[in-house]
């Protein structure tokens, strides 16, 4: 029953990076395209559909079979699982900014430059890397 639960996670949180990595990406592009032409409107529905299709799903069930297995294996009070959950307490703020940032889009808004969204690309990577070393080596 566990094995399973981590398979459900482990697929789960790999949808949920992968929008996380590819969504900032799509805006680099989108961001320098004219309000109103058709590569504009074409970005739109990706980050609309990326968005709603995949990432979002995949966070709720990243979650759900994550706090699951926390609670089959009672992990509450280890350290490495307390950080963890702070670790991916952050990759949800950095999924509600990109809500944010597709309704922006959406709004034919021009908020940042491609060299904004180049950033914020980089800090699921590196909140993934800190997650994937808590929950493999456990140190404390
Ligand atoms: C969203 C909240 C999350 C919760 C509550 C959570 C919780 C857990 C728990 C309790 C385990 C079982 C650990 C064990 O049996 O030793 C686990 C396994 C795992 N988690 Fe998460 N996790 C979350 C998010 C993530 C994220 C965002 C990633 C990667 C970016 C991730 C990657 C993994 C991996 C790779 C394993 C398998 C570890 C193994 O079998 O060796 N988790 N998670």
Excluded at 8 to 29: D, E, K, N
Excluded at 106 to 130: C, G, Q, S, W
Aim: glycine fraction near 4%; proline fraction near 4%.
């Amino acid at each position: 029953m566990i094995e399973w639960l981590k398979v459900c996670h482990i697929v789960s949180v790999i949808s949920w990076m992968v929008g996380m990595f590819y969504l900032p990406r799509l805006m680099v592009y989108h961001s320098d395209k004219e309000p109103g032409s058709d590569a504009s409107e074409t970005f739109k529905v990706m980050e609309r559909r990326l968005l709603k299709v995949i990432m979002t799903p995949a966070m709720m069930a990243s979650w759900f079979f994550g706090l699951l297995l926390a609670w089959q294996n009672d992990f509450w009070l280890e350290g490495w699982f307390v950080s963890k959950l702070f670790l991916a307490l952050l990759l949800g703020a950095q999924h509600g900014f990109c809500v944010i940032w597709v309704r922006e889009f959406a709004a034919d808004e021009r908020k940042h430059k491609a060299r904004f969204y180049r950033l914020a690309n980089e800090i699921p990577t590196v909140l993934m890397i800190m997650i994937i070393i808590l929950v493999e080596i456990q140190p404390f």
